[in-house]
């Protein structure tokens, strides 16, 4: 197949046998019998003498120049290649009217030149087929042999040879040529006209995976996801920490604190996730060389990313219900939770437990970002975005609600007290010294579920955002054309790292890439801060000293024990 690229243009070139543009010229002219351009040609040409359509053809298809070969170029490049190829070797012959045994000859139009030269210099340059590239500026080729010293030069649209496709979309390219695979490329591993996988690979040669990873600057994804790793690694650390307090310490297993606790425990399953990419990140995210990884081909994939939906819904729902409890406990002076824990636990765990179910029974769990398996994008809206927007959402709104309710009754009930400060004060003064007061009152009530419940909304709507906005650019079928910009680049001989830049305006940005997925890493961390507060370091050293003094008597009334006993 190389060796037939190579000789195009020349070959080409040898079918021409043409004098001049609209001249009068030594030849001869005949309707279009051949098959190479059947499919555009459809006039009479122009003939060289002692050169037929059948000997240009065979010419050609020596040199390998057959429809199933042409069909091996990419699909972008096929159709301007043949059109160019087809205008140039069989130029167009048109009776001059009213001269008779006069006619006009056309040449390939250099508008066609150039469209397929954009549409394929980057596949012939991958392919190292530089000498079948069109060159536009130069004469058309082989035109010298006929036309000395300078030959044909293509010619201006309205004065040349324009030809389409008769019936489109009836060839298309394929593609399937073999090319040196320069890395990070591998060769595909399938034999023969099979493939390891038609998104990941082309032309015999393959991305590994991550796919992604080899796209950007060298380490760049690499590094900014250890990263987040790590502090979804102390997210679980901490969130554990909050679990066990609230799980151990007296007081902490009863309404509302429960509510705190079943909401952290979600939180922790959220983070430990992290377990499986810390212990082999590239077994989470591939099954082999270079398919990703599927809840299909990899049962950890399954299993990490069924538990991530689990945890993501579970937090949603106990950190609406703990929002809703705060609400109907501060406005509507109502306890109604405290008697409905069983309610409570059927709908949350049950909606987490019935979303996950959906996502693996529809077999959409899948790596495609990151180190961690999750819904795939085409599902991941309708699957696992919505219901926890049905549930974050409305819970802030009412939160706000919940808010500026504390704000007014905390303004309305200080008024009376402090007459007298009004008295003795100017009324500025007094005005901003009441204002104070009351702002940061509901502060202190509020604070900590106003922020646990802005935290969960930022990370729903930034890694929401994300997803919907950036995350379709590294999608295979998306990025296919533009790897070839990426392949060419390397194919010239530059380093990785300037022909990443290169694809770098079709990627998202590797930056915001790492903040989405750190944003949501931190979440443990975030509510450690919120939810261990000092009291809590004095129940844990009371716990301690009460559990040194049970054992410690009962290590002495054994003691005394046996001293009796002796």
């Known amino acids: 197949m190389t060796r037939f690229f190579s000789k195009v243009a020349f070959v080409a070139a040898l079918a021409l046998g043409l004098v001049g543009s609209m001249t009068e010229a030594i030849g001869s002219s005949t309707r279009y019998t051949g098959t190479l351009c059947k499919n555009y040609v459809n006039y009479d040409v122009w003939l060289p003498p002692n050169a037929t359509i059948a000997s240009i053809e065979d010419a050609l298809a020596s040199q390998g120049m057959t429809p199933t070969a042409l069909s091996q170029l990419n699909a972008a490049c096929f159709e301007p290649y043949m059109q160019y190829i087809c205008s140039s070797t069989f130029p167009r012959v048109e009776p001059v009217a009213g001269q008779a045994n006069l006619y006009n000859v056309r040449f390939g139009c250099k508008s066609t030149c150039q469209t397929a030269y954009t549409q394929c210099v980057q596949f012939m340059t991958v392919f190292d087929l530089k000498k079948a590239i069109p060159q536009c500026d130069a004469p058309i080729p082989g035109t010298p042999l006929y036309q000395p010293p300078n030959g044909i030069m293509f010619q201006p649209d309205g004065a040349c040879n324009s030809v389409s496709a008769m019936t489109p979309g009836g060839q298309v390219g394929s593609g399937n040529l073999t090319a040196t695979c320069d890395p990070p490329f591998i060769v595909d591993p399938m034999p023969g006209n099979k493939t390891a996988n038609d998104r990941y690979c082309m032309n015999g040669c393959c991305i590994p995976c991550p796919a992604q990873y080899h ?78 990884s599927t809840q299909q081909n990899n049962l950890k994939c399954a299993i990490q990313g069924g538990m991530l939906v689990f945890a993501s819904i579970g937090t949603c729902a106990w950190c609406t219900a703990l929002i809703l409890n705060l609400h109907l406990h501060t406005v509507w002076n109502s306890s109604w939770f405290a008697t409905k824990y069983k309610l409570l636990h059927v709908l949350c765990w049950g909606t987490a437990t019935i979303i996950t179910a959906v996502a693996l029974g529809m077999g959409e769990i899948k790596w495609e970002y990151a180190t961690l398996c999750l819904v795939s994008q085409e599902k991941v809206s309708q699957i696992f975005f919505y219901p926890m927007a049905a549930m974050i959402f409305p819970a802030f709104m009412v939160h706000i609600a919940t808010f500026f309710h504390i704000a007014r009754i905390s303004t309305m009930a200080s008024a009376n007290s402090e007459t007298m400060s009004r008295t003795t004060l100017s009324a500025g003064a007094a005005a901003a010294i009441s204002h104070r007061r009351h702002v940061m009152m509901a502060i202190r009530i509020q604070w900590r579920a106003a922020l646990m419940a802005i935290c969960a909304i930022v990370s ?52 915001l890439m790492i903040a989405a997925e750190f944003v949501v890493s931190s979440i443990g961390v975030i509510i450690f801060i919120v939810f261990f507060k000092f009291a809590l370091v004095r129940e844990w050293g009371a716990k301690f000293a009460s559990l040194k003094y049970v054992f410690s008597r009962r290590r002495k009334q054994k003691e005394q024990d046996q001293f009796f006993v002796i």
């Open 215 to 292: 796209l950007y600057r060298e380490d760049v994804l690499d590094s900014g996801f250890r990263i987040t790793n790590t502090m979804r690694a102390v997210s679980m650390v901490l969130s554990f920490v909050i679990v066990l307090t609230y799980l151990f310490l007296d007081d902490k297993r009863s309404h509302p604190s429960a509510l705190i606790l079943f909401f952290v425990i979600c939180v922790f399953l959220f983070s430990v996730v992290v377990v499986f990419p810390l212990v082999d990140t590239k077994a989470m995210q591939c099954a082999d060389a270079i398919n990703p």
């Open 460 to 511: 729903v709507t930034c890694y929401w955002l994300f997803y919907f906005i950036q995350l379709k650019k590294i999608k295979p079928d998306v990025l296919q054309n533009n790897i070839v910009y990426f392949v060419a680049c390397l194919k010239e001989g530059r380093n990785h790292n300037e022909c990443a830049d290169q694809l770098a305006p079709f990627l998202p940005p590797a930056g």
